[in-house]
């Protein structure tokens, strides 16, 4: 069987889309899964099954695969520096990578840069909390994702399970903000650097629950104002492949930069029906250093709703059921078994009118998820 | 790992672009290859590499799966039997694909429905042939595809070769056609039958060669006729999935029935970028019995091109240029090595306006085929 052009650690849902991508782009891909079932595994038959921490591991992975790139941002850097040092293509490279690892290092670094943030500070006792301020949000500086890692304190007291983590900690401002919105963009390591409309992204329990694209009544500088901020990021970090800057819309108007991941976000899944090029396709063209594809969106809006384990345990069952009742609604199923809370799935609406893509974008995946549409 | 929900027969383009539908659906494959490395098999991890003609084989590939389809028409009817005595739902089943087997059979079911066809008859001798007149048309009734097995002939020494192959043939009338078109129809077993928009397929060398969909130009009345004419076909030869009734538009303006096929269809590739939902997604939702999707375009024009093998033997090198060419065109590889002639991919554009479509979609199939855009 010939080489892999491209090797993906991680088979969760990103690398899984990232597959379908790879198959009208034809490029060969191979996999290091965590499980034999996961579900990337389930799509890439020229898998290894296998613990990303492991260097050997990584190493059978990449053999014969002149670039790396990454499901998730959990890879020991010191890993992909000795990958990167025996020859292979690490997108995004270690040193870009921190700053999506470690919150602490992004804020120094975005903050020498110039980008807005939330005031910030290590803190490592109450009393440095105190000197901090409150409210605030305390935050592992590593480790943390979809609300987990994350406090809100209002006092020292609220700080103690925090504190008896034990972990580095980072504190912020609690920003009064409008709302939340994310500028994605893809970078390749030959500089080529396009934006994807700013989205709105709207979270429950800390979990994106949907997205909007393009951000309903955005002001266009500031729209553009948070593309040019993600356009740059990319390029001062050097960052390869999707880079989603999560941002506050503030309440006085201005953005603050959120959160950073290098890899297809959940705030970019609406692209993959609603773009001229997907988040997933712009990734591989971007980490294979192709040409990167126009980021238009081919609808006026998009929605995606995530499906979130809930009352339905058979997917496959209730899938009928929302194809019957939506029929231009895509379904995006992850081949995950159901649990409280997990990501299994997205379903995407997009058209001309943003209400009526928002009720389906929302009955849909009220369906998936609960079996009933809340109205 | 868990049972497939569907087993594909055959490891051709046609099941890789149904896998990529798939991911999306969330719905496990089983699939049986020619070899190990057929454009399928690189995408499908639970894949059998194995003959479709022997029955053992089959039994294997479909053993836990509870329905069955295919990526070409040519198993045999008595295996088909076979599997659905033992409990598989064959979809679409041997009573349907007889009809896409066998030209002679397709000829008098079709008359017998009413449904328009060039005059045809078989012919097994010079003096039926001569009794039939010319010029005339002969085909193999069983196994030609892509200009194979078919001879136009304009006199008895003209039908040498074809009387040579020892094959049954049918004779049918030199069709005096202004354009081909296509109907597609997706058809589910409840009976469920949803009709993609007419498309203008052209030809060279008795091989597609570009679709344009909607048919220009196509007079409203004739496009409706078309598309009653292919939904009438796939409920009375209760076929299941995606049927393609290829069409004569003749020079005075009727249609005629040129060809049918019982799966995804090459004048249905542009669905994938052009359509809400593409040919292979509603093939998938058609043969598990779910509803179907919308059909509607998602553009006023799609224009799709093939990629045979021509001048460039590295695809690969050479989608580095087309990408960059042309950022919003879709480059689909079907990770084929180049041969001379053969489908190896294709290319689709879409658009408000079709001089600029044709010309995008053209300029990228000429640059990944022959390195030169020929303008």
Redo the contacts between chains.
Sequence with gaps: ??SP?LAIVGGGQLA??M??AA????V?IRLLAEA??VSA?????D?VVGDYTDLETLRTVVADAPVVTFDHEHVPPEHLQALQAEGHACRPGPHALLYAQDKAEMRTRLEALGAPCPRNATVSSADDLVAFGFPAVLKTTRGGYDGKGVWVVRSAADAQEAFASGRPLLAEELVDFRRELAALVARSPSGEVLAYPVVESRQADGVCAEVIAPAPDLDPELAAEARALAERIATELDVTGILAVELFETADGRLLVNELAMRPHNTGHWS?DGA??SQFENHL?AVLD?????T?P??PWSVMVNILGGAVED??AQ??VV??AE??V??????KSVKAGRKV?HVTAYGPDLDDVLARARRSAALLTDGVTHD
């Design positions: 069987m010939p052009q899984r889309m597959q379908q198959i009208g782009l034809g060969r034999p079932d595994a389930q799509v890439v038959p898998h993959i001229v090029t063209r192709l040409p990167l594809g126009a238009d081919r609808a997917l496959e899938r009928a194809l019957g029929p231009d895509k379904i995006h199923l992850y081949g799935g």
